[in-house]
Structure formats: C-alpha cells, structure tokens
C-alpha cells in the first residue's frame, strides 16, 4: 500500500460522522446497510450522509452494490486490513512485541 492511499483512508476517518459510520459497516460485516439505516441510527440527514459516504468510498474504505432499488454499503475490509498493515509492518523493529491475536479481519 503507498503512502499517499493510507493518508487518503486515515484523513476520511478522521472525521466523527465517518468514523462512525465506517464502525457501523465493521460491525455489519458481508450483510452491509442500507444509508437509510445508517441515517436513522445516526439521526443524519440523507445529504450529510451522502457526502461522508462518498468520502469513504473515495478513500477506498467502503463499498457500494446495488441491491433492487437499494444501495448497500459495506466496509472494504482488504483495504482496511491494508492500512492496519501498513501502520504495523515495521512494529518493533521487526521483533515479537503483540500478544498472539488474529491481526486482520477475515470478513
């Protein structure tokens, strides 16, 4: 992952709407939500919503997938995985320091 892509995800995040809404698609998981739903939660209104989704799906952390007549946005958990992996791959000068634990979703 280059350098510039992991600043594009972490400035998205940066943000407390996206944040949590990036959170809400974790949780979610494969099934994804609908931004109706995500709006309700969030008590947002539908063009807020829009702009922080359309940040995300630009950094790369979300996806979208038509559905019928609905949209479903789901987390990108490869690129996710990616930016995780980039801010740990050189941890402690490449020496044990973490406990034993899945280091990635396998969403």
Do not use: W
């Not at 972490?10 to 944040?19: I, K, N, P, S, T």
């Amino acid at each position: 992952m280059e350098e510039k892509d992991v600043i594009r995800a972490l400035a998205a995040l940066a943000h407390e709407v996206r944040l949590r809404v990036f959170r809400m698609f974790v949780v979610a998981g494969p099934a994804g939500l609908t931004p109706g739903a995500i709006a309700t939660q969030l008590d947002l209104p539908n063009a807020t919503l829009s702009f922080h989704l359309k940040e995300l799906m630009h950094a790369g952390l979300v996806t979208q997938e038509r559905d019928g007549r609905s949209l479903i946005y789901r987390a990108a958990y490869e690129q996710m995985n990616a930016v995780i992996g980039f801010l740990t791959e050189n941890c402690c000068q490449g020496q044990s320091c973490l406990t034993p634990r899945a280091d990635s979703c396998q969403c």
